[in-house]
């Protein structure tokens, strides 16, 4: 038993399931993006504004800070993976649970959303997700799919799947 470490792109679906999941099992949930900003004060895009290298050395802290608290439900920012020293401490810490979407899925969960610099620096969804692809698969324990399914059939699965 460890946590669960929600892992996957932009609108996969990691907070809303995090939450739900959470709830559903009596632990604390926490949002590592939020933890970002509790922790340096600053907003992810003022961060991003330093160059991303500045805001995935505070994303790192932040990981590391949160796999030595007890058990809890964690959703990581999309990019929390691209950093193996994290997926290492996730790993030994609990299960990495990927939520899997395709692009056609992400593009519409993340119509309207303004607080991603990846996203608003010309970057377009397709290309980051192929681009990660690999690196989420070999991140996962397990893998759970959520195109076309809701929150709590997502949150099922997570919890037939995760290690009680
Ligand atoms: C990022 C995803 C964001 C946030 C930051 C960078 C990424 O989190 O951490 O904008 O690199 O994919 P969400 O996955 O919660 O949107």
Redesign the pocket.
Known sequence: MGHIWLI?????G??SVGQELANTLGLVFV???DA?VASSGRS?ENL?AEG?AA?RAV?HDVIIEIASIERCVV??????V?DPANVAAMRASGTTVLLDANAQTLKVRLTG?T????LTDGSDIDT?ARE?ADVYRASADLTVETTNRTIDEVVEEVIRCVPM
């Open positions: 996957g792109m932009m609108g996969s990691k907070t949002d590592a993006d970002v992810i991003f991303e805001f994303e959703a990581t920012g999309g990019g929390a691209l959303s607080d991603r610099p990846l980051v990660r």
